[in-house]
């Protein structure tokens, strides 16, 4: 009888994990990513690929969950996440900052980032406070150099914010912004790309400020369970080869 109890409790707890990790008919987990070259890009054939693609897709198979990828913004992600609406798990890119800790749950590190000024070839020789007086700086809405632009240069210059890391890019190259604040991967990404000619990075790259650090795989909080099984399997890929083998398909060096 006692035999019998126990495989009705263990039975209990099996379904109750399998209904929070999106198995047992439940929805699948809803997975945002943004759009960025390299990162999350449509491809030629209409079908969505780059690295954080790659990565939440063979996270997901580790962890032996449905998830499905959903394009947003990433002015959108942070609120949605936060709220826990629309979103489980976030693979945009997004440091892990003080604040953001309090308000998100995040994984270990799956890449580590920096900032890095881009502009025009020849137009600045360093992004000062006294070189960008009056002039059009631009970054993406919602990410963290979108703060410190507003942070360090409001009053100074003209702070423009764009939805997404290459329609930044894009306002600088066609002159619509005289210079732009980026992660340095999607900067040095757009550079060597045909609408890259003609631009450049200013400066060193920037990692105070927020501007640099470790980038995560955020979640709502309470996702606790969620986000221990994201670590075990992001380590299982670090350690088995996947995690370089798709680094190399879309990076010429290693991002971690």
Known sequence: ?????????????AGLIALWFGQAGA??????????TG?????????????????????????AVEC?????????????VIAGKDVDIAAAGLL????????????DRYWRSSSSFVARSGTFSAPTLTALSGRRVAATRG???ADYVREHFSGVATVMEFPGFDDTLAA???GDADVGLLPTIAALNYLVSDAGHGMETIGDPLTEHGLGGDVAIALPLGREPLRDRLNQALRSILLDGRYDAINSRYFPFRIY
């Open 1 to 13: 009888m006692r035999q019998g109890l126990g495989r009705v409790c263990l039975g209990a707890l």
């Open 96 to 107: 892990r900052t003080p604040d953001r800790e309090r308000r998100m749950l995040f994984t």
């Open 172 to 174: 600088v190259a066609a």
């Open 68 to 80: 499905e990828l959903v394009m947003m913004l990433p002015g959108e992600v942070i609120e949605k």
């Open 27 to 36: 929805e699948p987990l809803r997975v945002a990513v943004t759009p960025w």
């Open 143 to 145: 990410s963290r150099q």
């Open 39 to 63: 990162f999350a890009m449509i491809d030629v054939n209409g079908q969505l690929t780059g690295f954080n693609v790659d990565i939440m897709r063979e996270l997901c198979k580790r962890i």
